[in-house]
C-alpha cells in the first residue's frame, strides 16, 4: 500500500496542471508537506514544501519555512510521498482504430503510474498531432517523444523509397525515425543520410543485413532489439 502513495500525489498534480494549461495560467503549485523521495540516494525527506512554476521545480524546503505563493493551487500531502517522473523509453501507443476512448486510457494509466515521459516506439500518423494536444493540456497524458511509422523492409523496397519517407515523417513532425527489420544496406545507409541532411534522429532496430557494427558507425541513437 505504501508503494501506491506516490502515485496518487503524481497523478494529482497530472490533472492539475492540466487544468492550468488548458486555461493558459501559469498558477504556482505547492505540495505542503509531503515527504520527498529524490533519488539521488537512498533517502527520503520528510515534511517538506515543493514549489512548482510554470512547470518546473522552483523551491524545495521545511515546510515550516517555505512560503506558499498567493493563488497557489495547494496540495496538502502530509504522509504521503513525492518522488521524479518515470520515463518509458519503449512505449507502445494502441492502433488509432481502437478509438480516442482507447487511446486516453493508456495514457491516464502511464500518468497514474508514475510514467511522466514515454518515448512511443510503434508510431502512427496521429502521434505528432496527439504529443501536441497533450503538450498543450487538452489531453492527459505524458510527455510523449513520437517515432514514426517503421522503415523496414515491406515498406522501404529501394534507397529511393527510403529517402522520401524520411523526409515526409520530418515534415509530418516526428521526432525520430525508426528502421526495422528487413532494409537492405543501401536502404538504410540513405535512411542515414537524409536524416543527417533533414536533422531528425534514427533509432529502432537492427536490420540483419545491416548489422550492429554498420548501425554504431551511422551513430544510431538506439538499439531496441537486437538479434543472433
Known sequence: MRKSIPLLVLLIFAF????????????????????VVPMDRERII??????????????????AKVKIPQGALRVE???KYLMPGLAEMHGH???PNQGEAVANSFLVLFVAN?????????????HPALRDRIAKGEVLGPRLYAASPALSGQSVPNAEEAEKLVRKY??????LVKVHEGLSKESFDRIVKVANEVGIRLGG??????????????RQSSIEHLSR
Open 93 to 95: 501507443l494502441p492502433h
Open 16 to 35: 492539475s496542471y492540466a487544468g492550468a494549461a488548458q486555461s493558459q495560467k501559469s498558477q504556482p503549485v505547492a505540495f505542503i508537506g509531503v515527504n
Open 170 to 175: 520530418k515534415q509530418d513532425g516526428f521526432d
Open 114 to 126: 508514475g510514467v511522466t515521459t514515454v518515448r512511443g516506439m510503434f508510431g502512427f500518423p496521429n
Open 205 to 218: 532496430h537492427i536490420p540483419n543485413d545491416v548489422g550492429l557494427e554498420r548501425a554504431l558507425k551511422a
Open 46 to 63: 520528510e515534511n517538506q514544501t515543493v514549489i512548482i512554476r510554470d512547470g518546473r521545480i522552483a523551491e524545495i524546503g521545511p515546510s
Open 77 to 79: 500531502a502530509q504522509g
